[in-house]
């Protein structure tokens, strides 16, 4: 069983267009997260829910909004989608408490034409 | 958010060489931890370090949470090919939040 899953792994789209991206994880996590990363494959941290309330949201566009139905779901909708959104999104999630680090999903390459 | 810069950035060596890898923060932090992100994938945990000068190792990977708390380290032992991929650390001092590092990229030539 996947621990992170997330959907679509591939995303190609034209700019203006909204899209969504699913996450969801079957580890019974407090925390999950939506990271993007970059050409240069640096990974940046956009947003984290715990327990249905946003704790992180650096300074990213408000194109970009997560939702979170329940604990074990965190979707990531962009709006009027730009080329510069091009990147790799990965989810993932932890456990509160510093000794378990995130575990990732495998990633949403999406591709902005 | 805080930078941890890696170094190198990227590493070409032949198989079986050992490989040596840092990060390095201007932050005090907690906890450290090493993931590797193969191609086309997220990043996994490695390695977990949670107090200053400890040592951990997992088969041929062994890390260090350095003295400072500003830095750690990670080495590879008798590099195989499947150890290609891009390797990170994170480091954490304000609960449960880890910061990631600039990555470092490892190529291991046959």
């Known amino acids: 069983d996947t621990a992170v899953s997330q959907t679509p792994k591939y995303l190609v789209t034209q700019m203006g267009n909204d899209k969504s991206i699913k996450c969801e994880q079957n580890l019974g996590h407090d925390t999950m997260y939506w990271y993007k990363q970059d050409s240069k494959k640096f990974l940046k941290i956009m947003f984290s829910y715990n327990n249905k309330e946003l704790i992180i949201n650096e300074t990213v566009p408000n194109r970009f909004s997560p939702k979170s139905p329940d604990k074990a779901h965190l979707n990531l909708h962009i709006n009027s989608l730009e080329l510069g959104d091009s990147a790799v999104y990965f989810c993932?999630?932890?456990?509160?408490?510093?000794?378990?680090?995130?575990?990732f999903g495998s990633g949403t390459r999406l591709t902005v034409v | 958010g805080q930078q941890l810069n890696q170094s190198p950035q990227s590493m070409f060596i032949q198989e079986g060489e050992d490989v040596s890898m840092n990060c390095t923060s201007s932050s005090i932090f907690n906890t450290w931890l090493w993931y590797k992100q193969d191609p086309g994938e997220g990043p996994v945990l490695l390695i977990a370090l949670y107090k200053a000068g400890e040592l951990t190792s997992n088969g041929r990977l062994t890390a260090q949470f350095g003295i400072t708390r500003k830095d750690s380290f990670l080495n590879i032992s008798a590099s195989i090919p499947s150890d290609v991929g891009i390797y990170f650390c994170?480091?954490?001092?304000?609960?449960?939040?880890?910061?990631f590092g600039t990555g470092t990229s490892l190529t291991v030539i046959p």
């Open positions: 993932a999630s932890s456990q509160e408490g510093r000794y378990y680090g995130y575990t």
């Open positions: 994170a480091g954490e001092n304000t609960g449960n939040q880890f910061y």
